[in-house]
T-cell receptor, first 117, second 116 residues
Framework: AQKITQTQPGMFVQEKEAVTLDCTYDTSDQSYGLFWYKQPSSGEMIFLIYQGSYDEQNATEGRYSLNFQKARKSANLVISASQLGDSAMYFCAMRAHLNFGNEKLTFGTGTRLTIIP | GAGVSQSPSNKVTEKGKDVELRCDPISGHTALYWYRQRLGQGLEFLIYFQGNSAPDKSGLPSDRFSAERTGESVSTLTIQRTQQEDSAVYLC??????????????FGPGTRLTVL
């Protein structure tokens, strides 16, 4: 079984500052993927970034980067130069690469990020 | 439209009634997923379809919940004899990379179900 833990229920950050959202995970699987999704107040889930467990480089997508520390089982999301539009709920999720039939994502409880002008 | 669509956007029902929630995936996406999001919580997986078969329905909470999919298109999630604890947002997602490690799931706007 997999478990995702996000220990920050809410964060307030000044506009243009960088912010790190924490995510730790627990799995006995050797191969897995980690995802971050953003959920604005409108409710849709927006994919941000993916990190595979065997990827040697940390994933980056524009202002988003993933600080992946496999030994510590953490996959923190870093948002650089935060913008007002970054205010939203952020969810960390994982999927074990077990077999073709295992496609479900296991989600954490989320962090509500508020950017202050 | 280009994205995943769901209907209705909101549904209010009385305890004990049956409800049907509909999901239209992105055209060409072979995989379809249903999740449930209770207020203030993360998403809970319900069921996954590949084509019209369901390799993983391990997340369905009880036999009151069922889902079907027609070919590689529309899916319907049915909740029979609704209970107040069924109140949640039901999210549908689709993807075309099932089996790939970086399988990105594209989500719909959700259906907010309220059971009185």
């Amino acid at each position: 079984a997999q478990k995702i833990t996000q220990t920050q229920p809410g964060m307030f950050v000044q506009e243009k500052e960088a912010v790190t959202l924490d995510c730790t995970y627990d799995t006995s699987d050797q191969s897995y993927g980690l995802f971050w999704y953003k959920q604005p107040s409108s409710g849709e889930m927006i994919f941000l970034i993916y990190q595979g467990s065997y990827d040697e480089q940390n994933a980056t997508e524009g202002r988003y980067s993933l600080n992946f520390q496999k030994a510590r089982k953490s996959a923190n999301l870093v948002i650089s130069a935060s913008q007002l539009g970054d205010s939203a709920m952020y969810f960390c999720a994982m999927r074990a690469h077990l077999n073709f039939g295992n496609e479900k994502l296991t989600f954490g409880t989320g962090t509500r990020l508020t950017i202050i002008p | 439209g280009a994205g995943v669509s769901q209907s209705p956007s909101n549904k209010v029902t009385e305890k004990g009634k049956d409800v049907e929630l509909r999901c239209d995936p992105i055209s060409g996406h072979t995989a379809l997923y249903w999740y449930r999001q209770r207020l203030g919580q993360g998403l809970e997986f319900l069921i996954y379809f590949q084509g019209n078969s369901a390799p993983d329905k391990s997340g369905l909470p009880s036999d009151r919940f069922s889902a079907e999919r027609t070919g590689e298109s529309v899916s319907t999630l049915t909740i029979q004899r609704t209970q107040q604890e069924d109140s949640a947002v039901y999210l549908c997602a689709s993807s075309n990379l099932a089996g790939e490690f970086d399988n990105e799931q594209f989500f719909g706007p959700g259906t907010r179900l309220t059971v009185l």
